[in-house]
């Protein structure tokens, strides 16, 4: 059973910084691909940025390009998503999913919310 958990949500200031967490269990992520979506109310469910397991090979949306980071911890199962320089429409609940295939993303964490004020 794939569980993902994630942590870290709060608030920052236009500038600032947070780094969200993601706990993942219930299999070997070696062969998958870990990635990170948000959501803001009232909006679509946006893709973020993604990680393979096993090479570290990112990908990001151009929204966050060059200011968020994604990463992970093999030994913790955990990944990151490092965001840096911080504005206001980074605001919304951000998840954490599992790539089954192609683009396919069979499991998804609880979510985290960030506020971002100016």
């Known amino acids: 059973q794939v569980q993902l958990v994630e942590s870290g949500g709060g608030s920052a200031q236009a500038g600032g910084s947070l780094r969200l967490s993601c706990a993942a269990s219930?299999?070997?992520?070696?062969?998958?691909?870990m990635g990170w979506f948000r959501q803001a109310p009232g909006k679509e469910r946006e893709f973020v940025g993604s990680?393979?397991?096993?090479?570290?090979?990112?990908n990001y949306a151009d929204s966050v390009k060059g200011r968020f980071t994604i990463s992970r911890d093999i030994a913790k199962n955990t990944m990151y998503l490092q965001m840096d320089n911080l504005i206001p429409e980074d605001t919304a609940v951000y998840y954490c999913?599992?790539?089954?295939?192609?683009?396919?993303?069979?499991?998804w964490g609880q979510g985290t919310q960030v506020t971002v004020s100016s």
């Open positions: 999913a599992v790539d089954g295939a192609g683009g396919t993303w069979n499991y």
């Open positions: 990680i393979r397991w096993s090479s570290g090979i990112t």
């Open positions: 219930g299999r070997n992520f070696n062969n998958y691909v």
